[in-house]
């Protein structure tokens, strides 16, 4: 059965890519094929395996996210920060870099970064000579970072599966924070490097910035209310760690659920009167959401016939121990060329970690960060959601089919090699 789940999730990815059909479509109806006619469960004891906690927290969050989205307050922040960075063109790459982490970061996901930026920094490059190459990474790696800070939208994700996967709540934020900080400052390094060598070869002088207009008041409270939201849902973790024995911070940190809170500021930004609900309500990212949870279905039953307890001590005994974070690392790179970090590698690879932690003695965040960065690193194949977002915006700046190829020979190969030498640099600390 061990081989039929594998070889499910395997049919799911090549079914998804070759008929564009949501991966998660797939996943349920092999759940049910394989849990009912394979595993001799009931109907209703597949639906229950549907990873409910992860859709509400989902839907919850992206919901309020949307509000900024709706009512065009993302948008113009980003216009304000590109034209306050004009100044300074040998560090462009890192100002388009953070401009797209901080945009990620209040909300606005992975795919809303990737979409909304890339027209502007693909018709950049042209008017500064600023390399397509290091250009689409500086949007990749600014969206994926402020992604998966622990209040955003893969952040929240990735401590959903943890937790799922039998780590425990304190240490789901510790381990996102983590992985936060790695896929944060891993690309200031490479960036900055960059930057450094190739001070001269920018140019912004022939370039008109025009100045944005301010933020209207619906705006203004928007971003307002976001950063009020990340407050209340760091500031009891954070001081639950710096004050573990204290009674009252320890109620108040199992009681904080991001979900729940951010339902309370959908309804404040709703009386208020931030956005059109159905507007906001439409921007939800459904078809992750199908992904995720389809996806997670299929996991579910592999974790009830042992599948990853056999992958782990496969690992552990068939693999060199100082050669397991590489592998791991190289495994979700080669599936996330082709399949979603948040809808595949991520659900797929999570549960293991805590097994192979204590079988190999790895730190399990440690392996959290390699598979992440693994994902995140041949995220911008063109085979890929983030690779062909790029391609689509790129039709009025630059050659489709040249982007193409320096996506594929280029883009990803320095992600996967940047990626691997930070993961050595990691072994070396952790």
């Known amino acids: 059965m061990t081989l039929y789940i594998l070889a499910a999730i395997v049919v799911c990815i090549i079914l998804g890519y070759v008929t564009k059909i949501n991966i998660g479509l797939f996943a349920i109806a092999f759940s049910y094929l394989i849990g009912c006619f394979g595993m001799g469960m009931q109907a209703n004891e597949v639906i229950e395996l549907w990873p409910l906690k992860i859709f509400f927290v989902i839907f919850a969050v992206t919901l309020f996210y949307n509000f ?26 890192l100002v388009i870099y953070l401009v797209s982490t901080i945009i990620s970061g209040l909300g606005a996901g992975y795919y809303t970064v990737i979409a909304t930026m890339a027209p502007m ?7 500064t000579h600023l390399s ?6 500086s949007i990749n790696y600014g969206a994926l970072a ?19 996967s039998g780590v425990a709540n304190d240490n789901t ?20 490097i960059y930057s450094f060598v190739n001070t001269n070869e920018i140019n912004t002088q022939d370039q008109v910035v025009t100045k944005p207009e301010p933020l209207d008041t619906q705006q203004r409270q928007s971003i307002t209310l976001i950063f009020i939201m990340v407050a209340v849902i760091l500031v009891f973790p954070i001081l639950n760690l710096l004050m573990p024995e204290t009674p009252a911070l320890q109620f108040l940190n199992h009681r904080i659920d991001i979900g729940f809170i951010a339902t309370i500021f959908v309804l404040i930004s709703l009386v208020l009167k931030l956005g059109d609900e159905r507007a906001v309500i439409a921007l939800i990212p459904w078809n992750t959401l199908i992904m ?21 001590e496969w690992l552990s005994t068939n693999v060199p121990i100082w050669i397991i974070p590489i592998l791991i690392f190289v495994i979700s790179a080669i599936m996330s060329i082709f399949a979603s970090t948040l809808g595949v590698v991520a659900p797929t690879l999570f549960p293991i970690v805590p097994p192979l932690a204590i079988a190999s003695g790895w730190s399990p965040l440690l392996l959290f960060i390699c598979i992440v960065l693994g994902a995140q690193s041949s995220s911008l194949s063109p085979f890929s959601s983030g690779g062909s977002l790029i391609l689509g915006a790129s039709q009025v700046a630059v050659d489709t089919k040249k982007l193409f190829n320096t996506l594929l020979l280029q883009a990803v190969p320095i992600g996967v090699g940047a990626g691997i030498i930070a993961v050595i640099a990691i072994q070396l600390i952790l």
Do not use: D, W
């Not at 397509?132 to 990474?137: E, Q, R, S």
């Not at 934020?173 to 900055?192: I, Q, S």
């Not at 279905?297 to 974790?303: H, K, N, T």
């Open 292 to 312: 995720i949870c389809g996806m997670g279905m299929l996991i579910s039953l592999g974790v009830e016939i042992g599948v990853v307890y056999q992958l782990t």
């Open 173 to 192: 934020f510790t381990y996102a924070l983590g992985v936060f900080v790695v896929t944060f400052l891993m690309p200031v390094v490479l960036l900055g």
């Open 68 to 93: 900024p989205l709706a009512n065009g307050a993302l948008e113009k922040l980003t216009s304000h920060l590109i034209y306050k960075c004009r100044h300074f063109p040998s560090l462009l790459p």
């Open 146 to 164: 402020g992604a998966n800070f622990v209040t955003s939208q893969s952040g929240v994700i990735f401590r959903e599966l943890m937790r799922g």
């Open 132 to 137: 397509i190459v290091i250009a689409t990474l």
């Open 121 to 127: 920094v693909l018709s950049l490059c042209k008017r």
